[in-house]
């Protein structure tokens, strides 16, 4: 069985230890869990979820606006870990993401590199900057399978999808070409932080006077012993 989306995701966020906890709950969902009832009321919905070889049901409640998805058996509430009958419920739902709200922090991979206290605020900022990056890579993954699993049944759909990501693809790499053409004169203005003079002029360098330097004749000044013949 291919990996799902929702169990790829979270194999990218969560922790080795915390990833197998999550596996086994996607697992279980698949293969244990089916639904009993299911109940409309407005933006909620309401699924109750039966496993095999227990009697008990589960009831699950989704809320189509915001994803908000609370479950009767408080898995997440004790553990801070999305259950299998939640799992079941984005699975029937095609999310291919675990919700935001249903990933804490201290689980995932990024936990160790926020630092604790501000004492910096760029960095900070930096590794704001980093984990939005690992979201934003995240969703467009998510995407990008979402649209090869939706076309992988037409052919024409698959041309198409190949044909739209290479046009993509060629059109940033030009765009990264003309942002990266630069001269080298510009490149040295750069890293100097100063503008090349247009004109250079080149000036003859001093003459000094030392002890051997000539004189306006071109002979060296003899000393006083030379000149006594001593």
Known sequence: MPPLLIEKHASEVFTCSIFYQVQEEVYNACFFCGIEEFIRENDLEIAKI?????????????????????CSCKMFQRHGLPCRHMVWVWEAKNITMIPDKYVLNRWTTMATKKPIFDLEGNILDQCTRLVDKKKTLNELWSEIYSCVSVAEQNEEDLVELVKNLRDLRLDMEAKKSANNTRS??????????????????????????????????????KGEREREGH
């Open 184 to 221: 080298k004169t510009q490149d040295m203005e750069l890293l100097i932080g100063s503008v090349a003079p247009s004109e250079i002029t080149i000036k003859p360098p001093k003459i000094s006077s030392n002890k051997d330097s000539g004189t306006r004749s071109g002979k060296r000044i």
């Open 50 to 70: 039966n496993e095999v070889n227990r009697k008990r049901t589960f009831e699950v409640v989704f809320n189509n606006t915001n994803y908000e998805t609370n």
